[in-house]
């Protein structure tokens, strides 16, 4: 079966179009709800009379944001299947099952991971989540190694930049991200009290240098496929569990980019908490980046292509300036999330509002000074003191 025109499904027609692909037995009962958060796309779980489960993605041809609506390729559905597939061939552990996907229908069937919860919501509640840091930099040592030009030959290395060449969604990032919340622009949102600590970032002339470097670092440097949009929105976790969804924004990017973001989405987290129990979202931070550069240099030894990869130092320099610009992106997530379109809940919910408004200024002090002192945070203990030293 496949569909000759785009329509969005409704609940019953996602179970008549997973009965058809006999995704369930024959004869299973099946029920549907639609789950998403409903700005860019539908999410159905399909469940049978056993509540064993699937998901079917659906990307809709338009965006709602701050109420309005514009259009947004349907593209990235498949871009999204395609980089989970791509993440499977290396990382198969650390993302859903893809059980089928139509380009036509913008849909992509996977694996359901209702058993396990969204890491954002879970490092809200306070949980911990002992393997996230460790499973985290597995998953980027290897999906970022092995898509790179020291793991393909030149020829299918381009070939994969074409494939996933995503102008759209790369510009929600260029825009939301790299440029709006470092000028007085209307798609800022912050609270009134943040005035001056937004304009503070709006004359900085030495910040807004650093990040149009930054910025054009994610514009220019096709170094390896990047998941794109890695917050703890984007990974289910539980105790033993770790699973990447959403690669949605996937493309041939900075190797420091998804570990910035996972490291800002950490350090958010850790502001929001009492003093007493942030270490463990720093030590995930220094766990992620320790076994990912394990993991990296593993494969950097055993696989790589790269005629220059046994000359002294290279591997270094490639791990050292895949840091600092994490760092750099780090900082730039943080202050985007704080004054941009878009917040985080970790920062979003903090009570009472006085401690809230605190809490945002610290971060925007934080992600300032690790975008300016990205080149002197030369590690995860630098990190970890750069955050304790902001008051
Ligand atoms: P969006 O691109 O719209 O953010 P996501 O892929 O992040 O979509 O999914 C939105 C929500 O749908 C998730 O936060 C989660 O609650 C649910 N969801 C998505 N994929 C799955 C899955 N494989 N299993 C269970 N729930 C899922
Ligand atoms: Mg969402
Ligand atoms: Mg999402
Ligand atoms: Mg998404």
């Not at 670092?217 to 990974?235: N, P, Q, R, Y």
Request: charged share 25%; hydrophobic share 40%.
């Amino acid at each position: 079966y496949r569909s000759s025109a785009y329509e969005p499904l409704t609940e019953s027609a996602a179970v008549a179009l997973v009965t058809r692909l006999g995704l369930f037995e024959e004869k299973s009962v099946l029920s549907c709800r639609e789950i998403g958060d409903g700005n860019l796309n539908l999410v159905f779980h399909i469940v049978n009379q056993n509540q064993n489960g699937i998901i079917i993605k659906q990307a809709l041809p338009y965006a709602k944001v701050i109420g309005e609506s514009w259009p947004l390729t349907l593209d990235r559905a498949r871009i999204e299947s395609s980089a989970l597939l791509k993440q499977a061939e290396v990382a198969s552990a650390y993302v859903p099952k893809i059980y089928y996907t139509d380009e036509t229908l913008a849909i992509t069937a996977m694996e359901d991971l209702s058993h396990l919860q969204i890491a954002r919501a879970g490092l809200i509640e306070g949980r911990e989540f002992p393997l996230l840091g460790r499973h985290i930099g597995e998953f980027l040592g290897k999906t970022l190694f092995y898509n790179s030009d020291f793991a393909l030959n030149p020829q299918a290395k381009k070939q994969l930049v074409k494939q996933f060449s995503n102008p759209d969604l790369c510009k929600i990032t260029e825009d939301f991200v790299f440029t709006d919340p470092f000028f007085d622009y209307d798609s800022n949102s912050f609270e009134e009290e943040l005035r001056q600590d937004a304009e503070n970032i709006w004359n900085d002339s030495h910040l807004k240098l650093e990040v149009a470097k930054l910025k054009h670092k994610f514009l220019t440097e096709a170094e390896t496929l990047v998941h794109g949009d890695l917050h703890t929105g984007s990974i289910f976790a539980s105790e033993t569990e770790t699973k990447v969804i959403d690669p949605e924004f996937a493309y041939y990017g900075p190797i420091g980019f998804d570990l910035g973001h996972f490291f800002a989405n950490l350090l958010m987290n850790a502001i929001s908490r009492d003093e007493a129990n942030q270490q463990v979202l720093l030590d995930h931070i220094e766990t992620a980046w320790a076994v990912f550069e394990e993991e990296f240099s593993k494969a950097w030894k055993n696989d790589s292509l790269e005629a220059f990869a046994k000359v002294d130092g290279y591997l270094s320099f490639i791990l050292e300036k895949a840091f600092e610009d994490a760092i750099g992106f780090a900082g730039i997530e943080i202050i985007r999330r704080t004054i941009g379109l878009a917040h985080v809940a970790d920062l979003d919910s903090i009570e009472p509002y006085e401690r809230k408004i605190e809490a945002k200024q610290r971060a925007l002090d934080l992600g300032s000074k690790l975008v300016k002192n990205r080149q002197s945070i030369k590690t995860t203990a630098d990190l970890a003191e750069s955050f304790k030293q902001v008051p």
